[in-house]
């Protein structure tokens, strides 16, 4: 979907200074090379967008692709195609060895194709030393930029495309947001929307405020003018996504809480359910477990990332609460909301973890019952406090990573079952791509079912009665 006609387009006139209008006028000069390349070739040129990361990398790769279809490559899935971009993750160091790996494939690709470009963006190239060593060593990458340039694509891709030369461009802050560029959305049913971009929290371990930059809300108009658009395009269900929406609107010139957004979103007629990553729990209100409570929409899922259960680890960690803390919060949200299904993230390993801090961090888990949990073994981040701390050996790490994995699991499966025997709502997502007589959606709780069904269903909201409970998802029947 592209918000102007590329065709209108006056290119004999210099690039507006004002965006996005500058983005769309390299769109069409893009378009216009592209539609000669093509024509040379005698072939449409392909383009294959590979994300890394979170749901935020997910949400710019739409936007990413929604550049790169605009101005005529056809999307492919295959990375041996004409334009391969690396939307890339950097919280841990093995997200950068994977790209790294991966980089050697898409070099072989090139030798069979020369014309091929190669673009990497995302997080990791906010590294100073990430870049430089893509400068030194990977000189077949044509195009590298950063998280907070990613609006500019068609630009950056327009200098690589009419003057044949490698382009890197790293901004070290984020500029003002930009606006209704075209997006290239992965399923027509259901849509992330930012809600803001950055993060001013400084966790120790963490290296994203250091790559996203500090948090910038997004002007409500903007945001509930998007999904009012998405729910006219038959949109049901959204993620409204920020590294921490609790804080949301902070920052705005008419400050606003996430609680107030909810409700004005919570009033857009076509959106059936709403979901939200991620919440910090030392900024979770009373205000919004009341308006989750009271809301007809508002997914019964909520993604509450824990790291540790150790005091004294929550302090180095720069994480502002205690362990009695979040056990009051998560309590007191199973107990308002008896139905939903809590989430988390937790770190094993990080400096200074002793066996009784991680057995507060099991405590925790025991007492939350988690439907389930992500479990990471900490990676030290160059540039962040944690990383100069004094490390925990690499043995005592593995096996804590291992009890850890297996109590998450264990609880998970009693959890996940309680609803065995009921019907409930299901969002079908796609067909199962094991066996494709089966149906694969989410209740609200966010917990997966697989059930017969056909293709037509996808991206509408059934009524399934969960007849067998199997983990961390069930196996039911249409009623
Ligand atoms: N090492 C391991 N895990 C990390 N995370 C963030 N930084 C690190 C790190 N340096 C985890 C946190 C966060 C999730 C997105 O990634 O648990 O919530
Ligand atoms: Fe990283 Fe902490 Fe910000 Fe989450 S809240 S992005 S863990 S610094």
Not at 111 to 126: E, H, R, S
Not at 279 to 298: G, N, W
Not at 341 to 353: A, L, R
Not at 420 to 426: D, F, P
Request: proline share 4%; glycine share 6%.
């Amino acid at each position: 979907m592209t918000k102007y006609d590329l065709d209108m387009i006056d290119v004999t006139m210099p690039p507006p200074e004002y965006e996005p209008m500058r983005q769309y006028y390299f769109m069409r000069l893009c378009r216009d090379i592209l539609g000669r390349m093509q024509a040379e070739k005698g072939r449409p040129l392909t383009c294959c967008v590979n994300t890394f990361g979170c749901q935020m990398n997910a949400r710019d790769s739409e936007k990413l692709l929604g550049v790169l279809t605009a101005i005529g490559y056809t999307e492919s899935e295959d990375e041996n195609a004409d334009l391969v971009l690396y939307n890339t993750c950097t919280v841990r160091e093995n997200a950068n060895i994977r790209v790294y790996g991966r980089l050697g494939h898409l070099h072989h690709y090139k030798k069979q194709n020369p014309d091929m470009l190669i673009g990497l963006c995302g997080c990791m190239m906010q590294e100073q030393k990430v870049v430089d060593k893509l400068r030194s060593s990977y000189p077949f990458v044509d195009l590298i930029f950063g998280t907070h340039n990613v609006y500019k694509l068609a630009e950056l891709l327009y200098s690589v495309l009419s003057e044949k030369r490698r382009v890197i461009d790293i901004w070290d802050k984020a500029e003002a947001i930009v606006e209704d560029l075209p997006v290239n959305r992965k399923y027509s049913f259901k849509s992330g929307v930012n809600i803001s971009f950055g993060c001013n929290n400084f966790c120790t371990y963490c290296i994203v405020p250091y790559v996203r930059g500090r948090e910038r809300s997004r002007a409500p108009e903007d945001i509930l003018k998007e999904i009012r658009a998405l729910a006219d395009d038959g949109v049901i269900e959204i993620m409204l996504l920020g590294q921490n929406v609790n804080s949301y609107g902070k920052d705005l010139e008419t400050p606003m809480t996430f609680s107030e957004l909810l409700r004005e979103v919570e009033k857009i007629d076509g959106i059936k359910r709403i979901r939200f990553m991620t919440s910090h729990p030392k900024d979770l209100s009373d205000e919004l477990i009341a308006v989750m409570r009271d809301s007809q929409k508002i997914c019964r899922h909520l993604h509450l990332p824990l790291q540790s259960g150790s005091t004294k680890l929550l302090k180095a960690m720069n994480r502002k609460y205690t362990k009695e803390d979040y056990l009051a919060l998560a309590l007191k949200i199973r107990r308002e909301i008896p139905e939903i299904s809590i989430t988390t993230d937790i770190i094993v390993g990080f400096p200074g973890e002793t066996e009784e801090d991680f057995q507060d961090t099991l405590d925790v888990v025991r007492k939350v019952r988690y439907e389930s949990a992500f479990t990471f073994i900490y990676s030290p981040r160059t540039g962040t406090p944690a990383a100069k701390m004094e490390q925990v050996p690499d043995k005592v790490v593995h096996d804590r990573f291992d009890r850890l994995l297996a109590e998450v699991q264990d609880i998970a499966k009693e959890v996940c079952c309680r609803d065995t025997g009921k019907t409930m709502e299901v969002l079908v997502e796609e067909v199962n791509e094991k066996d494709p007589s089966l149906l694969t959606g989410r209740l609200s709780n966010h917990i997966m079912v697989h059930f017969p069904g056909c293709p037509e269903l996808v991206g509408r909201l059934v009524h399934v009665k969960l007849t067998s409970a199997h983990g961390f998802y069930y196996h039911g029947e249409m009623v």
